[in-house]
């Protein structure tokens, strides 16, 4: 390990007169990074799976990954080669699907340290890599940001980046732009301050870092900052909106997904809950938590930023992904982002200014009664505020939100979100007595129960532009998996039980599943192989939060357990087993 | 391939012996670095206390170490590592408790010149404090939520129980190089750094303040096994009440403040 550096920095030495231009993403016959483009539509334009042949769809070859924790992340497909990342211990695994039966190539190991496992919060999970200028990019549990070479899987460089002592952890899928990899961190509910990092991708060399609470200086806010609500102006808010120091270790991660606009030149990513205060000792609106910025890749400076949650009650966090399209609403065109957010309102906003233009509940909501466009506010439901020594009953959606992590896919054929997501309430009560590091306390116990549907997971065909679902298809256990929309009109869904399905666009009808030896939380992909035929792959592999009681043999005798979750998922383990697969499916 | 079978065989009759062996183990999970509790060096009041009870029970000591994080019940004694925790809160849902062998609370550390003050004094407002943070959603410690309560949240800084060194500790330190007025911490855990800090620090009993009679200051204290392990619990029990005043002692020694109804 010593000679890592002087090793790294040689290749660096030697990259460097390599120009790094964007990744022309290859879209018709890949997915290079895990939202497929910059845009994270998601949407493969291949279309020789449709509709009428969708239900012939075998299975094309299988890849055991050797792990058995909770596998989120989407196969990464570039130049011939399929990149799998796993769960901790983070092996990347390259496939050569010109092989017969997709032969491994290279199996990279980062020995990611052990310790990690008992700090991450959700499960151990990665979700995925990307692929740009013949390198494979991914970040690991223990804070690493690795380049390997594409082809060789060798290590090119590696930056260490976060503090693990501190509980700070990385599972977000980074994003190459403009010659930088964006990696943003995890773990705010232990009291880590959130960030997002670009890394220069030829060296590893940090190249800016804007931290989402604190100075300005530091949040990389100046001149150029103009969000579209007063309520975000003013001078250091990452300090002011917090009681003094709180904003240290205030949380605002960034583990969900990146997106990009080219034209705009503008970055865009949601910040995470604050902590690990309770929320009666962080008064303010704990600014830049739970919200999103659009900032500019060159050196990271903030264009604009809004907060959807100000002063987070629930642990919605802002994470959720941002899918960039461009919609015709009231006459109009305009650039928008849709973000289906965890407190429960699909958000289009206009991505060049900030401005909201709908918010509209997806799912039931008691947690507040609105969004003021004008202003920019959610109007919070005091009744449902979690407070030391009252009991709260049906708090909706629950903790995860109305969606959790699980990305969205957006097909621009139907102008349809596919939005894969849960229908949870919960009740949070007060009292029992626990402890941790020697520390004994009491606290707010969560326990989730299903939703008003009675169905834990629904899948939502969400109109953006109409404000209302066109079709739900609705699941057992919350949908954990990220969508996959095809211009095929096809849709591929993961579930927590197991099964792979593809569903109509226009209409959610049924057109075929398989159901796979363990539960579905990955991303499915599809890419055109080097035999010509269009492929769909995903991870199955039970586990992340929804799934730890299965993944994390946690003991459902607790309803605590797992932040709550484990209450609502008892009967999980009836229906699959631990188990990390990929599954890729093509027609005969 | 073929020499693999009896390879296994022999590894699955050593460990069969092993369980045989086992009974008269005791098999303690503790973390390996959360002074004043226990280190892998022996040196917390914990691991007097397990050498204490193995003795009296005519069994050997046997360490796993653990860091005591998210998840330590279930890897523990969930993932039958060890059989025993030396130090739970009595009741704790998750495992089967002995009857409490010490009883202690929150206190507020301070230092001699600055009086120790009611939840209800203004001048807490303006008096640089830390309280532990927990690092779990909406969960607090309960004198972190009096301060609240009470509006002192200015200037109350939080330390993580996860990071270099008790959390405890970093607090202690802090009053010392006059970084920070007080602290409201877990008494067992700050009044080790207390006693120890030059010039020894004033440790005052904290009680819950009009209105939050429902949060706990005081919580007693328990060995815990699994749910299904009532004979050794029994057996902890006895011996515990045998060597009461050897526990006492060891107490004692650490500075563990401690109310009454912490006897077996």
């Given at each position: 390990m010593l000679a890592a550096?002087?090793?790294?920095?040689?290749?660096?030495?030697?990259?460097?007169?390599?120009?790094?231009?964007?990744?022309?993403?290859?879209?018709?016959?890949?997915?290079?990074?895990?939202?497929?483009?910059?845009?994270?539509?998601?949407?493969?334009?291949?279309?020789?799976?449709?509709?009428?042949?969708?239900?012939?769809?075998?299975?094309?070859?299988?890849?055991?990954t050797g792990v058995v924790r909770g596998h989120e992340a989407a196969p990464i497909v570039a130049g011939g080669l399929m990149y799998v990342v796993t769960p901790y211990p983070d092996y990347v695994y390259a496939l050569d699907l010109a092989k017969p039966g997709a032969?491994?190539?290279?199996?990279?190991?980062?020995?990611?340290?052990?310790?990690?496992?008992g700090v991450a919060c959700c499960d151990v999970v990665n979700r995925g890599g990307a692929y740009a200028d013949g390198r494979f990019f991914f970040n690991t549990l223990d804070d690493n940001t690795i380049a390997l070479d594409a082809a060789s899987g060798k290590e090119l460089w590696r930056a260490h980046l976060g503090d693990i002592a501190r509980g700070e952890t990385i599972t977000m899928a980074p994003l190459v732009v403009k010659g930088k990899v964006l990696v943003g961190n995890s773990g705010g509910e232990l009291g880590v301050r959130g960030w997002l990092t670009a890394l220069d991708a030829a060296s590893g060399k940090v190249a800016w870092r804007a931290f989402n609470t604190g100075p300005d200086s530091e949040a990389l806010i100046g001149e150029g900052f103009a969000p579209f609500y007063a309520s975000d102006r003013g001078k250091d808010m990452g300090v002011s909106t917090?009681?003094?120091?709180?904003?240290?270790?205030?949380?605002?991660?960034?583990?969900?997904?990146?997106?990009?606009?080219?034209?705009?030149?503008?970055?865009?990513?949601?910040?995470?809950?604050?902590?690990?205060?309770?929320?009666q000792q962080r008064p303010g609106a704990n600014k830049w938590t739970s919200g999103v910025f659009a900032r500019k890749p060159a050196d990271g400076t903030a264009r604009w930023f809004y907060q959807y949650s100000p002063h987070d009650l629930h642990d919605y966090d802002g994470v959720n992904e941002h899918v960039l399209v461009?919609?015709?609403?009231d006459g109009t065109p305009r650039k928008v982002l849709l973000h289906p957010d965890r407190n429960g309102y699909v958000y289009v906003m206009d991505r060049a200014t900030g401005e909201v233009l709908s918010a509209t509940a997806y799912v039931p909501i008691t947690t507040s009664t609105g969004v003021d466009t004008h202003t920019g506010a959610i109007a919070w439901n005091p009744e449902k505020e979690p407070k030391a020594g009252r009991m709260v009953n049906d708090i909706c959606p629950a903790s995860p939100g109305g969606k959790d992590w699980q990305p969205s896919a957006w097909s621009p054929r139907t102008r349809l979100l596919y939005i894969p997501h849960q229908d949870l309430c919960q009740d949070a009560e007060t009292y029992e007595v626990s402890y941790i590091a020697g520390t004994p306390y009491v606290g707010a116990d969560l326990k989730m129960k299903p939703g008003p549907s009675g169905h834990r997971g629904v899948f939502t065909a969400w109109d953006p532009v109409a404000r209302r679902a066109a079709w739900k298809v609705e699941e057992l256990f919350p949908v954990w998996s990220g969508a996959l929309a095809t211009a095929g009109d096809v849709v591929f869904y993961g579930t927590m039980d197991g099964w792979f399905k593809a569903v109509d666009a226009r209409t959610g009808s049924a057109l075929w599943k398989f159901k796979a030896g363990s539960g579905i939380i990955g991303q499915p992909v599809s890419y055109r192989g080097p035999d010509g035929k269009q492929y769909v792959a995903v991870l199955a592999g039970i586990g992340g939060w929804a799934g730890a009681v299965v993944a994390g043999d946690l003991d459902v005798r607790d309803p605590t357990a797992a932040g709550g979750f484990a209450n609502v998922m008892k009967d999980l383990s009836q229906h699959t087993t631990k188990g990390g697969m990929l599954y890729v499916f093509s027609l005969p | 391939m073929c020499s693999r079978f009896p390879r296994r065989a022999a590894a699955a009759l050593v460990a069969l012996l092993a369980t045989a062996a086992s009974a008269a183990e005791l098999r303690v999970c503790a973390d390996p670095d959360n002074m004043p509790y226990s280190d892998t060096r022996g040196l917390g009041f914990e691991n007097r206390i397990a050498a204490l009870v193995a003795a009296e029970m005519g069994m050997a000591l046997r360490y796993e170490w653990m860091p005591l994080r998210r998840g330590f019940v279930r890897k523990t004694l969930g993932a039958n590592l060890c059989d025993v925790l030396i130090g739970v809160p009595a009741g704790f849902d998750r495992v089967l408790t002995t009857r409490p062998y010490y009883r202690s609370a929150y206190v507020f550390v301070h230092r001699r010149d600055q009086p120790a003050r009611g939840f209800d004094d203004p001048r807490l407002r303006s008096m640089r404090l830390g309280v532990q943070l927990i690092g779990n959603d909406l969960a607090a410690t309960p004198p972190g939520l009096a301060l609240a309560e009470h509006g002192a949240v200015e200037n109350v800084t939080g330390f993580t129980i996860y990071g270099e060194g008790p959390a405890a500790e970093r607090m202690v330190e802090a009053i010392e190089h006059?970084?920070?007025?007080?602290?409201?911490?877990?008494g067992p855990q700050v009044a080790y750094f207390a006693r120890r800090a030059d010039p020894p620090l004033e440790v005052t009993l904290l009680t819950a303040p009009a209105g939050m009679e429902a949060i706990p200051f005081t919580f007693p204290i328990s060995m815990g096994v699994r749910k299904a392990d009532g004979a050794l619990r029994d057996r902890l029990d006895r011996a515990l009440e045998r060597r009461h005043a050897d526990i006492e002692a060891i107490l004692d020694s650490y500075a563990v403040p401690r109310l009454a109804g912490g006897t077996p």
């Open positions: 550096p002087r090793f790294a920095a040689t290749i660096a030495a030697c990259l460097a007169g390599v120009a790094l231009a964007a990744p022309p993403p290859d879209e018709a016959a890949g997915w290079p990074m895990a939202a497929h483009d910059y845009a994270n539509t998601r949407f493969s334009p291949l279309s020789d799976i449709d509709t009428s042949n969708a239900k012939e769809l075998k299975l094309a070859f299988t890849f055991s032969a491994l190539k290279w199996k990279y190991d980062p020995k990611t340290e052990a310790s990690a496992q917090w009681p003094p120091n709180a904003w240290k270790i205030g949380g605002g991660t960034v583990w969900g997904f990146v997106s990009y606009d080219p034209d705009l030149d503008l970055l865009y990513y949601g910040t995470a809950n604050p902590g690990p205060w309770n929320p461009d919609l015709t609403i | 006059g970084g920070l007025d007080g602290c409201l911490a877990w």
